[in-house]
């Protein structure tokens, strides 16, 4: 499990010199660690907010100054704080790290009589509790990530080895056995990193079954649909596309080679990426976009794309497509030109947005760092100082940062989730910093932002 692949940097040497391009040119006038610098600065500014008026709560609410309660209805298990801390510490904003470490070992306690998402809860807080023992070390955060694995474990007794969608922290009674991809396959990275902490490789074994199982149901054109029953691994969808329910498994199944050295992993990974890059991509206006299609005969069923499948150039880049993955993400990048903030949703083939909101979501940033750890032009590094900007001009509000309820018009709602704290303000910073707290050259983030290797102290 520990034997690890050649890093994403290391691979792009290999690739040759890097191309000049008119972004290349205007980014040397940047200075980049000034942005990194303001990055922290912004941080810091929306954390102290938080600290002072939503304190070990799970969703800010920066408009009114309230929160909400997430992943569970009705308390909190403190999301946000979680998913911050490693963040915090990449960033050296060590005193509040230390604070919220402090809130960590007095108050998470996870023997909670209600029901949460087993997906959700894995790869956020089981996730940032191990992100940020990478950061510090300390063994009570290792313990409770242990205890909230162990609390969400039985999600996976199934027939075919896939999870219920949720489960009860305490009485451990499971609900939902219709899935998708996505909520059956991204677990290996946080439950194998678990299993490598503590040398029990039930944790890993659990993820993997899963990951195979809904694998080995491919159709014979080798993709997936979209939504299945746990019970008898019986179809209950015929839609196979790269965005939401089905992104992330994607992308764990080439994290389980890149983390743990898998070779089952990147045949899987390998194998689903040449049906879906056989029959899922369309040339439009000189642009590639992926289309949802029928998962037995490939026939196109929508020409929409969900901007939470932004993330995917990146990954296609790890994979090998750099090529297509540019393509794909730069196709992306005319539409946040066109917008400033990326639509939730948007139609190529129209040339219009589907849905007006923008969730604060962090997919674009999150290719771009990909890309730019992968073949380090400054292309990408423009791209994500474009993302940073444009966030920081309409998404910042009186208590910190927000959702947009319309891109257009650039109307604002009042929420900022958890996975903010965690993705792309770090995104913004390691792609900035050059820290020397971040091994650039060997590390791993989660599909969450959680740094599970790569961390220097």
């Known amino acids: 499990m520990n034997k690890l692949p050649l890093s994403r940097r290391e691979t792009a040497l290999a690739l040759g010199a890097l191309a000049a391009s008119p972004a290349l040119a205007k980014s040397t006038r940047i200075d980049w660690r000034a942005l990194a610098a303001d990055v922290k600065a912004e941080m810091k500014w929306a954390w102290s907010q938080y600290r002072e008026r939503a304190w070990g709560k799970d969703d800010f609410l920066p408009v ?120 059956t396959g991204t677990h290996i990275a946080e439950l194998g990193t678990l299993s490598k902490l503590t040398g029990n490789r039930k944790y890993y074994d659990a993820a993997k079954r899963a990951l195979t199982a809904m694998f080995e149901r491919r159709s014979k054109i080798g993709l997936l649909a979209d939504k299945i029953d746990v019970r008898t691994g019986d179809w209950l969808s015929r839609r196979a596309t790269i965005g939401p329910p089905s992104d992330s498994f994607y992308e764990y199944c080439w994290d389980g080679w890149q983390l743990f050295g898998d070779a089952g992993c990147k045949a899987m990974y390998d194998t689903l990426t040449a049906a879906i890059v056989q029959h899922q991509v369309q040339h439009a206006g000189g642009h590639v976009w992926f289309v949802d299609v029928d998962f037995e005969t490939g026939k196109t069923l929508s020409t929409e794309q969900d901007e939470l499948a932004s993330f995917y150039g990146g990954l296609l880049a790890q994979g090998g497509a750099e090529a297509t993955g540019a393509a794909y993400t730069r196709a992306w990048a005319r539409v946040q030109a066109k917008y400033g903030i990326l639509p939730e949703g948007y139609d190529y083939a129209t040339g219009k947005p589907t849905y007006l ?87 791993y983030l989660s599909t969450e932002g959680n740094v599970l290797l790569g961390f220097k102290r």
């Not at 309230?66 to 979680?82: A, D, E, R, V, Y």
């Open 64 to 183: 009114s100054g309230g929160n909400k309660s997430f992943p569970l209805k009705s308390s909190h298990l403190g999301l946000s704080l979680i998913e911050a801390m490693d963040t915090l510490w990449v960033m050296g904003l060590d005193a509040e790290f230390a604070d919220a470490l402090a809130w960590v070992k007095a108050n998470a306690v996870f023997d909670v009589d209600g029901e949460v998402s087993v997906f959700e809860t894995d790869i956020r807080l089981v996730g940032g509790l191990l992100s940020a023992h990478h950061a510090c070390g300390d063994p009570v955060l290792l313990a409770k990530a242990r205890d909230l694995a162990d609390r969400l474990l039985p999600a996976f007794d199934t027939p075919t080895g896939m999870p219920y969608r949720y489960i009860n922290l305490r009485t451990k009674a499971v609900r939902d056995p219709a899935t998708n991809p996505a909520e």
């Open 357 to 443: 909101t923008n969730s604060l979501r962090p997919e674009l940033a999150d290719a771009a760092f990909n890309h730019w750890l992968l073949d380090g032009r400054d292309e990408w590094r423009m791209l994500g100082r474009t993302h940073y900007l444009n966030m920081k001009r309409w998404n910042r509000t009186k208590y910190g940062y927000t959702d947009l309820a319309d891109v257009v018009t650039k109307r604002q709602a009042d929420h900022c989730p958890g996975y903010w704290w965690s993705e792309q303000m770090k995104y913004y910073y390691l792609l900035f910093s050059d820290t020397p707290r971040f091994d650039y050259k060997r590390n």
